[in-house]
Each structure stands twice: as structure tokens, then as C-alpha cells.
């Protein structure tokens, strides 16, 4: 059973930080490339960060370039997302997500392309 496990949410104030994890299991995903996607209240969910397999490179939103890490440890089986300098609107429930194989790439943006997606965890940020 694949699972997608992410946690390191919580209630900051703006300016502050959080590492979040998402640990895998169930199969390997070294060659997989991973995602962050939030989801605030009452909006659609969006594309935060994503990493290639073997870290070859990363992408963010605008709305994080600059503030937001993205990184992987394919040893421990899990992605990091290092949040730094946190606003209000990045308030969210965050999820990891992964494609259903590896090696496979349809655009970050495009959440239809991700098989596998964690429970999601809160990030909420008072100003």
C-alpha cells in the first residue's frame, strides 16, 4: 500500500518558519518526480514546489520563489519543503503528491497528473 504521509505543519506568525516532511512508503520513488500543492479555505488547490528525480532540478510558484525549498532524501524516502519568511496568504493545508510512475513529467501545474497524494497537513500563519 502506497503512502504518502506529510507532517511539520502548525500555527506560526508571519515572518517565521516551518520544514515540512512527506515521507513515503509502499514503493520506491527515487525516480519519481514530487510535488507540493496547498489548499487555503474556500480556494482552489495549487501548485506550491516540485523537485525531479534525483534532484536534478526544482520549480516553484511565484508566490514562493525566493521564501520556499524544495528538497528530497531519497535515502529516507522523503521531500522536504524549508518555508521560510511565511505571510498569511500562505495559509493552506499542504499536500505531497506524486505521479503514478517514474520518470514521468505532464507539467507541474497539472494536479491530474499525480496518482498518489498524502492526507495533506495545516499550515496556518496569523499576521
Known amino acids: 500500500q502506497v503512502q504518502l504521509v506529510e507532517s511539520g505543519g502548525g500555527l506560526v506568525q508571519a515572518g517565521d518558519s516551518l520544514r515540512l516532511s512527506c515521507v513515503t512508503s509502499?514503493?520506491?520513488?527515487?525516480?519519481?518526480?514530487m510535488a507540493w500543492f496547498r489548499q487555503a479555505p474556500g480556494k482552489e488547490r495549487e501548485f506550491v514546489a516540485g523537485i525531479f528525480w534525483r534532484s536534478a532540478s526544482t520549480y516553484y510558484a511565484d508566490s514562493v520563489k525566493g521564501r520556499f525549498t524544495i528538497s528530497r532524501d531519497d535515502a529516507k524516502n522523503t521531500v522536504y519543503l524549508q518555508m521560510n519568511s511565511l505571510k498569511p496568504e500562505d495559509t493552506a493545508v499542504y499536500y505531497c503528491?506524486?505521479?503514478?510512475?517514474?520518470?514521468?513529467?505532464?507539467?507541474?501545474?497539472?494536479?491530474?497528473?499525480?496518482?498518489?497524494w498524502g492526507q495533506g497537513t495545516q499550515v496556518t500563519v496569523s499576521s
Open positions: 509502499g514503493r520506491t520513488f527515487s525516480n519519481h518526480a
Open positions: 503528491a506524486a505521479p503514478g510512475r517514474p520518470f514521468y513529467y505532464s507539467g507541474w501545474l497539472n494536479d491530474a497528473g499525480y496518482t498518489y
